[in-house]
């Protein structure tokens, strides 16, 4: 049993898609959200400045004293992962991976696509985890040009927004693929607008949180250090960027709760 909060780290809101799921599925436990902001987008930087910002993320999250991190951000994970794994051997750090493997598995089209940054559709990860799943399965890359902007800026409901999203997303139409994947950690809340510019089509959205959930639920019970089911979570905010920032996130974490009946 251990009391001390888990660290979820992201560029800026994305993580709070898995914040919900880990909320959802681990409401005893504390958490400790890190959301960068000042160094938002990662998505067109180069492996070396974002696993920088990684690890003064990483290292901060260490100084609150958490007893896990969770990089809630795919295009961080990408660059940085094993990297802050070999910084920080004894503390348990969760990565997020593009559901590319549960789409490959139940794909009847044989034909997926993968919505990300650009950054992460680059990477090694993402292209190891596709040849790994995806041998005979066809993956069209797209990256999600202004999605990121749209969540940062809590536009999600705008007209604007859906105009974005229906650019990137409608040539996919009758291109026979039959799941999409979200791989990166803003595009869950763009769900909505993606699953109306695709109407009529009969296609799954797949994003990793539930899962990443799960795996932290797992590794909890690994390492004995899951909060007693009497503790009451503590949540904190902190961002590299100016507090008004750090109140959208808290702000954007409490309607989330709420939604989910915390
Ligand atoms: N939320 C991020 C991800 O999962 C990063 C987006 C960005 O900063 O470009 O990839």
């Not at 000042?38 to 067109?44: D, H, L, M, R």
């Not at 040849?131 to 890359?141: H, I, L, N, Q």
């Not at 959205?205 to 539930?210: C, L, M, N, R, V």
Request: proline content about 4%; hydrophobic content about 40%.
């Amino acid at each position: 049993m251990n009391r001390a909060a888990i660290g979820v780290y992201d560029s800026g809101f994305g993580g709070l898609s898995v914040w919900r799921e880990l909320r959802r599925l681990l409401p005893n436990e504390s958490l400790i959200y890190l959301g960068d902001g000042k160094n938002c987008p990662y998505g067109g930087r180069s492996r070396e400045q974002i696993t920088t910002f990684a690890t003064e993320a990483v290292e901060r999250l260490v100084q609150e004293g958490v007893k896990m991190v969770v990089v809630g951000c795919n295009t961080a994970t990408t660059a940085a992962i094993d990297y802050l794994r070999g910084r920080w051997p004894d503390m348990p750090i969760v990565g997020l991976e593009p559901a590319v493997k549960p789409a490959c598995l139940t794909t009847q089209t044989r034909r997926i696509a993968v919505l990300a940054t650009e950054h992460s559709l680059r990477s090694d990860m993402f292209l190891k985890t596709a040849e790994r799943y995806a041998a005979d399965v066809e993956v069209v890359k797209v990256p999600g040009e202004g999605f990121v902007e749209i969540v940062e800026n809590d536009m999600e409901h705008t007209v604007e927004a859906q105009a974005i999203v229906r650019r990137v997303v409608e040539p996919l139409r009758g291109k026979d693929i039959d799941k999409i994947v979200l791989g990166c950690t803003h595009y869950p809340f763009l769900r909505e607008a993606i699953a109306e510019a695709l109407q009529g089509e009969n296609i799954d959205i797949i994003d990793s949180g539930e899962a990443v959930a799960r795996r932290v639920e797992w590794l909890l019970e690994r390492y004995n250090i899951k909060a007693p089911s009497d503790a009451v979570a503590d949540l904190k905010f902190i961002t590299f960027a100016d507090e008004q920032y750090r109140l959208r996130l808290m702000r954007k974490a409490q309607r989330i709760d709420l939604q989910s009946g915390l």
